[in-house]
């Protein structure tokens, strides 16, 4: 299995970026770190490891960045809007960075994206706003809504970049017409302090046509990476 690192200065973002590639060849999937992780987690956590078969055979190829969580939603210090530009700007350093250099090594039309808990969201919210760029999306224990970061406050961009707020409101086709080409998978435990907003979410889903599938894991599964590590080796890529 192939373990690739890179640096680079972001200037939508004004400061270095890490990342981490994983595996040769196959479908790539951007892998968005829980709340303030960073790019080293997901190999840290074990959740390469519980690949390793699909990644060395080719089969799969992740693509494993930071988050800015700290600068932005969990940017206590800040005004809510300060936060959601700083997500914004954040949104444009996946879009202007990480998928061009994707396009670069992977000639795979389509690009998937993953993520646990808070990574959930960035890749929920990457796969609705961009669903032409982003086809595939694999999330775990996902936490969806923002609002507990918005202090109350609320403009257009902060209700577009809250998917339990925008989703059901969504009517244009644009968007509609891709999602249900697309690949959304939801997977949580049975005891997972975020159960209920997946079971939520997969009924938003569902009542837009959005062909999904909604996967809660027994055996006494929790909020946790061992739970994680079955769950990414079932469902991706």
């Not at 968005?32 to 699909?54: C, I, N, T, W």
């Not at 932005?72 to 959601?84: D, F, L, N, T």
């Not at 994206?113 to 990574?119: A, D």
């Not at 961009?157 to 959304?184: H, I, M, S, V």
Request: hydrophobic share 40%.
């Amino acid at each position: 299995m192939t373990r690739d690192y890179h640096r680079w200065y972001s200037h939508a973002l004004g400061r270095d970026m890490d990342l981490l590639v994983f595996g040769h060849a196959g479908p790539p999937v951007i892998v968005f770190p829980s709340s303030m992780g960073a790019f080293f987690e997901f190999e840290d956590r074990g959740m390469v490891r519980a690949l390793e078969h699909k990644l060395g055979n080719g089969w799969l190829q992740l693509y494993c960045v930071s988050s800015v969580d700290s600068e932005s939603w969990y940017a206590k210090g800040k005004h809510p809007r300060q936060r959601i530009d700083r997500h914004l700007q954040y949104e444009s350093y996946i879009l202007t960075d990480v998928v061009p250099l994707i396009r670069q090594l992977n000639p795979a039309r389509g690009i998937g994206v993953t993520g646990c808990s808070f990574g959930a969201y960035h890749a929920m919210t990457m796969a609705l706003r961009h669903p032409y760029t982003f086809t595939s999306c694999v999330t775990m224990s996902g936490a969806f809504d923002i609002a507990q970061f918005l202090d109350g406050y609320s403009d257009p961009d902060a209700y577009l970049l809250n998917p339990p707020a925008f989703l059901p409101g969504l009517t244009e086709p644009y968007y509609l017409e891709q999602f249900r080409r697309n690949k959304f998978v939801l997977a949580t435990g049975e005891w997972d302090i975020c159960r209920k907003a997946n079971e939520d979410f997969s009924a938003l889903l569902g009542a837009k046509g959005i062909p999904h599938s909604l996967h809660v894991w027994g055996f006494g599964s929790k909020h946790d990476w061992p739970y994680w590590q079955p769950m990414a080796n079932a469902y991706l890529p």
